[in-house]
């Protein structure tokens, strides 16, 4: 079994700055893919950043220039720096992993969200 826990989240002022990590555990050979996801109320979940298992990364546009997404392979761990914060920012983000599994198989395994509110 393969378990994801984010931490990280909470309340900051626009302009201000948040780090989230995201740690898979478990029965883990490798991880894949990470990717960072939010949701707002009344939206669906967007993608907001992911990172490949050789570094490739991408956002989407409304972060980039403020969010950076990086990993460290040897804690199974992916942060996301959110830098410049906006109001709009604010939501329940979702970290996701795309294990290789010791057994073989293949997961793609959510955390359980961490809240960021963007208010003054």
């Known amino acids: 079994q393969v378990q994801v826990v984010e931490s990280g989240g909470g309340l900051v002022q626009p302009g201000g700055s948040l780090r989230l990590s995201c740690t898979g555990s478990?029965?883990?050979?490798?991880?894949?893919?990470m990717a960072w996801y939010r949701q707002s109320p009344g939206k669906q979940r967007e993608l907001v950043a992911g990172?490949?298992?050789?570094?490739?990364?991408n956002y989407t546009d409304a972060v980039k220039g403020r969010f950076t997404i990086s990993r460290d392979n040897y804690k199974n761990t992916v942060y996301l720096q959110m830098n410049s914060l906006k109001t709009e920012d604010t939501a329940v983000y979702y970290c996701?992993?795309?294990?290789?599994?010791?057994?073989?198989?293949?997961?793609?395994?959510w955390g359980q969200g961490t809240q960021v509110t963007i208010s003054s």
């Open positions: 478990g029965s883990i050979a490798s991880i894949q893919a």
């Open positions: 996701a992993l795309y294990i290789l599994c010791t057994s073989g198989g293949l997961t793609y395994t």
């Open positions: 990172i490949s298992s050789s570094g490739t990364t």
